[in-house]
C-alpha cells in the first residue's frame, strides 16, 4: 500500500485510540470537548439574549392571538398562533444548547425584556400587530445573521441551529408581510 501525501488545507483526522483516550478526560463537560474552539461565556451569552428574544416573542405572539379583532382578523390569529408555537420550539432548542454548554438557561421574566433583542411592543389593532410583529422578526433576523457570523466554524452545532431558526424567522417575516400587504389599511400606508 503505497501512502498518499495528505492534500493541503485538509485537516488531518485523529487515530481512533486517541479519540478514545481523549474522549475519556474531563468527561464532566459532557459535549464540550477540549476541542470546541468557541468562547464558550460568550457562546452561552449569546444563547441567553436568542432564548429572551423568542421568549418575548412568543408572548407577544400569544397576546395578539387572543386579542386580534377586525377584518381578516382570524387568518392573522391563526398566524400568531403557529408563529408562538414555533418561537416556544425555538426557545426550547435553545435552553437545551445552553444546557449542552455547561449553563443554566435563564427564563427568569425579570428582566426577560431587557435581555431580548426585541421589544415587547403591542399594536392597538390588527395592522398595527402585524406590524410590530414584522419589526420583531426582522430584529431576529438581523441579530441570528450576526450571531452566526460571529460564531462562524467554532460551534457549528450552535451555528447550524440558528440557521435553522434564521430560516423560520424569515419565513415568518414574509407571512407577515403578505398579511400587511392583504390589510385593509395597508392600501393608504
Known sequence: MSSQPIPRGKPVLTDVQTLRKEARRHIEEGAVTENYNANRDKVVQLL????????????????DHFVARGLKAKVAADE????????????????????????????NPSGLVERSHSEYRLGRDLQEMIRENLVAERIAIDSYREMIQYIANDDP?????FEEILATEEEHADDLADLLGDSPDAKGS
Open 80 to 107: 400568531f398562533l403557529e408563529h408562538s408555537d414555533q418561537e416556544l420550539e425555538h426557545a426550547d432548542m435553545i435552553a437545551g444548547r445552553i444546557v449542552q454548554l455547561g449553563g443554566e438557561p435563564n427564563f
Open 157 to 161: 452545532t450552535t451555528r447550524r441551529m
Open 48 to 63: 441567553q439574549e436568542a432564548l429572551a428574544t423568542e421568549l418575548v416573542c412568543v408572548l407577544r405572539y400569544r397576546h
